[in-house]
């Protein structure tokens, strides 16, 4: 089994749809072991504890810097023998010592169809406005692994959502969590869970479920 913590910050609607995949037997190999919030008192920290699930909160702002801070989660995670760390709507900022620690093993949800939309800034609400204040016709979600650049990390599923007249930032979130990210999210963390993700040249390959793992660049 992959044991897998989140990190949260607000709502948590995304770790929800990990919750629910989890019961409904779809997180193939994966079992969710504990959620971190960075901030005290927000409402996925409730979700986790109602699934039965370890929920605690590290706050940024009881740190000095984001290194410590870092440290603190790595730590954390580290002893409860974390294998994979899921980024569900976690909106602070961590240091390259995080993303060293667990190599191709931090997936994010973002709000948008990456390499557009994304890095520093863009998140939560502000993307949905920025998507709507270019005019762009498509937008949608990207689950991707988390690398060392804001947002730069190799893609692992997207989906398109259409952007309608008359939406607000707030409509517009509605229908990118709804039609996207609570489908790929899941989804995309199942496949690491499966083993069915490798990442060449920061390029991800998803083998189809039953076939065997590449070895020396061919698929067996
Ligand atoms: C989600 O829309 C997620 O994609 C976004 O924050 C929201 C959290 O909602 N994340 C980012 O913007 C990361 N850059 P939730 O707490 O209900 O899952």
Not at 87 to 115: D, K, Q, S, W, Y
Request: proline fraction near 3%; hydrophobic fraction near 45%.
């Amino acid at each position: 089994m992959v044991k897998i913590g989140v990190l949260v910050s607000g709502g948590g609607t995304n770790l929800q749809k990990l919750i629910d995949a989890q019961a409904a037997g779809t997180l193939k190999n994966g079992e969710i072991s504990v959620v971190i919030s960075s901030k005290d008192g927000v409402f996925a920290l409730e979700r986790a504890k109602k699934a039965g699930i370890e929920a605690l909160a590290l706050c940024r702002k009881d740190y000095p810097d984001v290194d410590i801070y870092s440290a603190a989660l790595i730590d954390a995670l580290k002893k409860r023998g974390i294998d994979l760390v899921v980024l569900a709507g976690f909106l602070t900022i961590t240091g390259e010592n995080f993303v060293r620690a667990f190599p191709n093993r931090i997936l994010n949800i973002h709000p948008a169809l990456l390499p557009s939309f994304g890095g520093k800034g863009y998140y939560g609400l502000h993307v949905h406005e920025a998507v709507l204040a270019r005019g762009v016709k498509l937008t949608g979600a990207t689950a991707h692994f988390v690398n060392e650049i804001c947002d730069g990390g190799p893609i692992i599923l997207q989906k398109a959502v259409e952007v309608k007249e008359g939406d607000t930032p707030e409509v517009l979130q509605k229908r990118v969590m709804e039609e996207a990210e609570w489908q790929i999210l899941p989804q995309a963390v199942s496949l690491f869970c499966e083993g069915r993700l490798t990442v060449e040249n920061n390029i991800v390959h998803i083998r189809e479920a039953g076939e065997v793992k590449k070895r020396g660049g061919k698929i067996e």
